[in-house]
């Protein structure tokens, strides 16, 4: 049977020492309290770090033994604790992630700790997993294991979930290892965040740093697809939205009754960290009794900031900032029987926090960033009674689906100020409204719902990847087309070039073959009949592979070589060429890096040296301006990989060779190529036809096949087991693009 394999920094329990004796203790965080629904589907097993440092190895196996079976332990030193939990995780991505560069470190020894510590989740996972099970990564501890994983166990489902924002283009492009945490985020097949902003984020960032295209949340690699979607995380609905019949709660609220005095009471929760906005809050706070005097002894703010990093500097300046700011509210605005702020620096117990959520008037929940923010909902879920107003961040994640909140910029101190007297003096029946709506969305979309959706669409990509996987070329496959081969009296091949044969370039022109290339396509010449075909021009060809002997065909079918002898399909009129290189000129001036080239019947505009993001933005418009010329001189528009051309309609690719094969009967047939003119040669070919994609797209091929260097070991195969065939007057083959 299968398993859930959760992967996370921590581990969903506490194990802590009283000197003599390890003691366990259960977490009851989202993560853990969403993934235990999933427990009656399939096994689930836990592999982290269990929060203690370790010195021996005989310590680790206490504490392994101490656990039990279903959680698998990460250890770490202090020096590892230290550099790669504190200093990569903490202090350069978090600061990051959450648009506060002023406060990130890029500490070369910080990154070479992350790399050591995701190498060792990596062999802890790869120990414990099966073939099969569904791994599932969480969050920004672990942004490199899941390439490392792929690595690793390539048939198994594996997932990322990043619990933070993800950053623009222009912030992640700072992080000097910005292209190892993309390449190991995309080893995963799916990576959840969430929100669609997060996602549009990362999709942009890949596209402009790695150059790989995502399509309806696919992104293609060259080895694999890796998929992208927003799940946003829940809270246990029922868990809170009962809390008020609890007998201990209730007790708690009628005591908060008394202790605050019976005044109308705003609600504050953090964990104290600069991006909450909990300086911010408290001047706005603060600045609401200077403009609306007649306030003052009718409502306090209740603020409780759980303790963080309390030996980090900022946090430490951060909290001596926050009790000044107490203070002076407090001593400006206070009289006797009226406290303006009752401020809690301490973690309270969830019937302590469910109290205050059912007891205030106001939940103020104002971070300067955040990935979600459960507070939010936890508030929203508590209101049995339906009385009660959220004032929410519009930067916090949470802010996407609870659109009945009063939304606010929490740097906007006046913007605070009119959303806590807008909710002050909000109509009940509004109040009970706004709640309604956005609890039925919460208990909706629970935490454990989210679990589910992420685990199922994970499942469903993995089963797509595997029936992908039996078309792919493999051992048993490359011998069954060898044995064919070596059997076949008229063999034919039909190979591509550029991303069948050889790498694209950035500059197409230093994309020439090499010595073993031409090796090959001498050798395959001696044994069947080869067609090279490509949207290069004739000269090109001819100068790479022209004492060979292949069959070429340029220029997407205009002009073809057979026999030793160059055709052009007929005389065509060019005249419509100054008319296109106007157009393309005026692009090229706002598309740094793009160059025209410039054919015999046709006129290739590339963009691949471009800015992928300047080139999203100017290729629509291109493709319309081309569109109308093309209808008006009944020419053709294709699109490339990274390139479009325009050219004579009417003549093909798959026309050419067609004409080429000219029904003989060829005992073998196979033709290999990558992009959408390979495609339609794919269609003129007799079904027995061994065809054969090259990479991870849609294809109408029988077979897959990774990359070139996977192609030059299937035709170094075919040269090897065929026998030496060809007679004196045998005819030669084609080469194709």
């Not at 890949?206 to 697809?225: A, D, F, W």
């Not at 706005?284 to 005097?293: E, H, Q, W």
């Not at 007929?570 to 090229?588: C, G, H, N, P, Y």
Request: proline share 4%.
């Amino acid at each position: 049977m299968k398993k859930l394999l959760i992967v996370s920094n921590r581990l969903p329990i506490k194990v802590g020492s009283d000197g003599n004796n390890y003691i366990i203790n259960r977490s009851e965080g989202g993560l853990a309290t969403g993934l235990s629904s999933l427990n009656n589907e399939m096994e689930t097993e836990w592999v982290g770090w269990p929060g203690i440092a370790t010195t021996t190895k005989k310590e680790e196996r206490e504490v392994s033994e101490k656990m039990g079976d279903s959680y698998h332990a990460v250890f770490m030193s202090r020096s590892e604790v230290k550099n790669y939990y504190q200093g990569f995780s903490n202090e350069t991505i978090w600061p990051l992630f959450h648009c506060f560069t002023g406060f990130v470190d890029y500490d070369k020894a910080y990154w070479e700790s992350y790399k050591k510590v995701n190498q060792r989740f990596c062999d802890k996972v790869a120990e414990v997993a099966s073939e099969g099970d569904i791994i599932w990564v969480q969050d920004y501890h672990l942004m490199l294991l899941p390439e490392m994983l792929r690595q690793r166990l390539p048939n198994n489902p594996i997932g990322f979930f990043l619990h933070i924002p993800f950053p623009s283009y222009e912030l992640f492009r700072t992080l000097p290892w910005r292209n190892e945490i993309l390449e190991g985020l995309l080893g995963a097949d799916l990576v959840g965040f969430h929100t669609y902003e997060y996602m549009r984020h990362f999709a942009s960032v890949v596209s402009r740093i790695l150059s790989h295209k995502c399509n309806l949340g696919e992104i293609r690699t060259r080895t694999h697809s890796c998929f992208i979607d927003a799940f946003p995380m829940g809270i246990n609905y029922d868990k809170f939205h009962n809390s008020s019949q609890d007998q201990a709660v209730n007790g708690q609220i009628r005591e908060f009754k008394a202790r605050f005095g019976g005044f109308r009471l705003i609600l504050s929760v953090d964990r104290l960290d600069y991006t909450k906005g909990i300086l911010e809050r408290l001047r706005a706070f603060g600045a609401l009794f200077s403009k609306y005097p007649e306030l003052k002894e009718k409502v306090s703010l209740v603020m409780v900031t759980v303790p963080s990093r309390y030996n980090v500097e900022s946090y430490k300046n951060l909290k001596e900032q926050i009790d000044e700011q107490v203070g002076h509210i407090n001593g400006k605005f206070s009289t006797l029987s009226w406290t303006p702020v009752h401020y809690f620096y301490r973690s309270i117990p969830f019937e302590h926090l469910t109290a205050l959520y059912n007891l205030s008037d106001i939940g103020l929940v104002t971070p300067l960033r955040d990935g979600m923010n459960l507070v939010a909902k936890e508030y929203i879920a508590s209101k049995q009674n339906q009385r009660g107003v959220l004032i929410l961040s519009e930067l916090a994640g949470s802010a996407s689906e609870l659109t009945d909140a009063i939304m606010v910029n929490p740097n906007n101190e006046e913007d605070i100020v009119a959303a806590l007297y807008d909710a002050l003096n909000m109509p009940e029946d509004e109040q009970k409204r706004r709640i309604e709506k956005m609890q039925a969305h919460i208990k909706k979309n629970s935490v454990e719902k989210w679990a589910q959706d992420f685990t199922g669409s994970l499942c469903a990509i993995a089963d797509k990847r595997h029936q992908r996987a039996r078309s792919i070329i493999n051992g048993q496959v490359t011998k069954t087309i060898a044995a064919a081969f070596t059997r076949a009296r008229k063999p034919r091949i039909i190979l591509g070039y550029d991303g069948t044969l050889v790498p694209f370039d950035e500059n197409p022109a230093m994309a020439e073959p090499t010595p073993d290339i031409l090796r090959i396509i001498e050798e395959l010449q001696q044994k069947c009949d080869l067609i090279i075909t490509s949207g290069r021009d004739f000269s090109s060809l001819e100068q790479w592979f022209g004492k060979t002997g292949a069959d070429l065909v340029a220029e997407h079918g205009i002009w073809f070589k057979t026999n030793n002898e160059w055709y052009k399909h007929a005389e065509m009129d060019t005249s419509w060429k100054d008319e296109v290189d106007s157009l393309l000129q005026q692009f090229i001036l706002k598309t740094p890096g793009s160059f025209i080239e410039n054919k015999t019947c046709s006129l290739a505009f590339h963009y691949r040296k471009t800015n992928q993001f300047l080139a999203e933005m100017h290729i629509p418009y291109i493709i319309k301006a081309l569109s109308a010329v093309c209808v008006k001189h009944r020419l053709e528009l294709l699109q490339g990989n990274k390139v479009l051309e325009v050219r004579i309609s009417g003549i093909s690719k798959a026309t050419t060779v067609r004409s080429l094969l000219n029904n003989d009967q060829h005992d073998f047939l196979m033709a290999i190529g990558d992009d959408d003119t390979d495609e339609d040669v794919f269609g003129v070919l007799p079904s027995h036809a061994y065809t054969i994609k090259v990479g991870d797209d849609e294809s109408i091929a029988r077979y897959r096949i990774e990359n070139e260097l996977k192609v030059k070991s299937l035709l170094n195969e075919l040269i090897k087991v065929k026998k030496q065939r060809k007679s004196p007057g045998q005819k030669s083959g084609v080469l194709t693009h």
